[in-house]
């Protein structure tokens, strides 16, 4: 329908209820429950440690910060690898967690998976490119189908994704005309990270949009916020007020 219309998709992730809660008074169309919960707020390397019970207390905590919102949920490392009941368990814990869909990152070895969930009522967005939960055989966080080969075949695995059903795919670190290709020929919208300016919408850590991370550095990334520096200033300004008497004043004490 945001296609149709010509709008651009606006996506951020979310993690825990007090941002829902945020994201939910803002203009930004869906949230992601993503599984990067491991390594923005849990500080691991990578992805791999998310599970399935991790996924659906993070998904709750989201949908308690912004019900009636567009979540999706990630579902972890290798949870649509075990079987189409294994993965449908799982994405149900997701929906009853409070998401309204699922992302599931590739496609080759689990079509009929994805097939199987959408043909049980679950929405499923794909996730192409530079997929995290398969970091070991892409050799580290860089840019995905660089050659013609691999284009080729992200753009095969864009229209699979269609026919078993999925409702939109991310596209992750791939070259900008890439995915202005993939996007033009797509039947559903796609939402671009580090892939340019060409897909149907984008989306963003809301982490690393917000400046909070000043560790993070990724040409695809802009900080719209110093968020880090905004948290020092506030701490440091408390913690002087504490260390001087100034807090708490008579106003922020009961008298009686
Ligand atoms: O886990 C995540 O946050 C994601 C987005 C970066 C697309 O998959």
């Known amino acids: ?6 709008t651009r998709i606006v996506m951020s992730t979310a993690y825990e209820a007090w941002s829902a809660r945020l994201l939910a008074d803002s203009s930004v169309h869906c949230l992601l429950v993503g599984d990067s919960v491991m390594m923005v707020v849990y500080g691991e390397a990578d ?4 599970t399935p019970e991790l996924m659906a ?4 905590a989201v949908a308690t910060g912004a019900p009636g919102r567009l979540i999706v949920a990630d579902m972890p490392f290798l949870s649509v690898r075990r079987g189409r009941a294994a993965a449908l368990d799982c994405a149900a814990d997701l929906l009853r967690a ?3 869909a699922v992302k599931v990152e590739g496609i080759r070895g689990h079509a009929d998976v994805i097939r199987h969930l959408v043909e049980s009522g679950i929405p499923v967005m794909g996730h192409l490119g530079l997929t995290p939960q398969s970091i070991h055989t892409l050799g580290g966080h860089r840019v995905q189908a660089r050659d013609a080969g691999a284009a080729g075949r992200l753009r095969d695995d864009a229209d ?5 059903g999925a409702f939109a795919i991310v596209l992750e670190c791939i070259p900008a005309p890439l995915a202005r290709t993939v996007t033009a020929a797509a ?3 796609t939402i671009g990270i580090g892939a340019g300016a060409g897909c149907d919408g984008q989306i963003l850590v809301l982490h690393d949009f917000l400046g909070l991370n000043p560790d993070f550095h990724a040409r695809f990334v802009r900080r719209f916020v110093d968020g880090a520096g905004l948290v020092r200033r506030g701490v440091d300004r408390y913690a002087a007020a504490v260390r001087s008497g100034r807090f708490p004043a008579a106003k922020e004490a009961f008298a009686s």
């Open 1 to 6: 329908m945001a296609r149709a219309a010509g």
């Open 47 to 50: 992805t791999l440690g998310a």
């Open 57 to 60: 207390r993070h998904t709750r």
């Open 98 to 100: 409070g998401a309204q």
């Open 160 to 164: 699979r994704l269609a026919d078993a």
């Open 187 to 189: 039947r559903i919208p």
